[in-house]
Structures are given as C-alpha cells and as structure tokens.
C-alpha cells in the first residue's frame, strides 16, 4: 500500500473546513452561552473588585470611600480630605492655625472642582498649583507635629 504524503506548506483550513466549523459552532455554542454566564458574571465581578481596591489603593482611600473622589482631580481631592482629617489631631494644641489651614484646604478643594471643567493645560496648571500648596501645608503640619 501506498501511503499518501503530507506536506506541510499545505492549508490546514479550507474553505470546506471552515464551513464545517461554522455549522458546528452555531449547534455548539449556544448550548456553552448559558453554562459559561455564570462564570464569566463572577470573573467580572471579581475584576471591578480588584479594579476597585487598587484605584483606592492608589488614593489612599478605603474602598468604601472611592465614589466621593472620582475625577481628573480624585487623587488631590483625596489627599485635601486626608490633611483635613490631619488637621484634627493639632486642633487642642493650635486652633488658630487649624482654621487658618482648613481656610486654605477650602480654596484648594475648591480650585481642584474648578479644575475638571477647564482644557486640559489649564487643569494640569491649576493640579500642579494645588499640589505645590499641599506640600507646602504638608510640610508644615509634619513640622507642626513634631515629625522631620
């Protein structure tokens, strides 16, 4: 007997052969879709969590917190609202300079909002601005608290 050779620059899928796969995925796959759903559910679940914790990783937030700084400006206004809640451990000791900085933290939250509606030079301008005051205040604060 003679056996046939197989040359391996040949087509794997012809035309025949596609058609044939076609025909079987439309008999096969819609019986797979209800059996795959509940799984492809629960690893899209799983991915927005995962997504979720480290966008508020990201921003120091709990997760919980994330939909309250969402945004161009979300990581700003997150570190505004981490300095605030600073600025309560020094009120006992300096209440003129707490209110002074939470004046400022105001305008600055302010101007962070202001920011998302301008072009896009204007509001990096205007994040670099406010991030420059935070890390002034920041500093300012550490040395406040006895730290650096």
């Keep these: 007997m003679a056996r046939k050779k197989v040359t391996p620059e040949g087509p794997r899928i012809t035309p025949g052969r596609a058609k044939n796969l076609i025909g079987v995925a439309k008999v096969v796959a819609p019986a797979l879709v209800p059996v795959m759903m509940p799984f492809v559910a629960r690893t899209a679940g799983v991915l927005a969590d995962r997504y979720d914790r480290y966008r508020a ?3 120091g937030v709990a997760v919980d917190e994330l939909p309250l ?7 700003l206004h997150a570190r505004i609202a981490g300095f605030a ?3 309560d451990e020094l009120r006992a000791k300096d209440r003129v300079y707490v209110e002074e900085t939470e004046s400022r933290l ?3 939250l302010a101007a962070v909002r202001a920011a998302e509606r301008m072009p896009t030079s204007r509001r990096k301008a ?6 420059t005051d935070l890390d002034a205040l920041e500093a ?3 040395r406040r608290l006895g730290v650096g």
């Excluded at 205007?126 to 991030?131: F, S």
């Design 57 to 59: 990783s990201r921003l």
């Design 126 to 131: 205007a994040h670099r601005a406010v991030a």
């Design 85 to 87: 809640g600073a600025l």
């Design 69 to 75: 700084y969402s945004g161009r400006g979300a990581r």
């Design 140 to 142: 300012d604060l550490l």
């Design 106 to 108: 105001v305008k600055l």
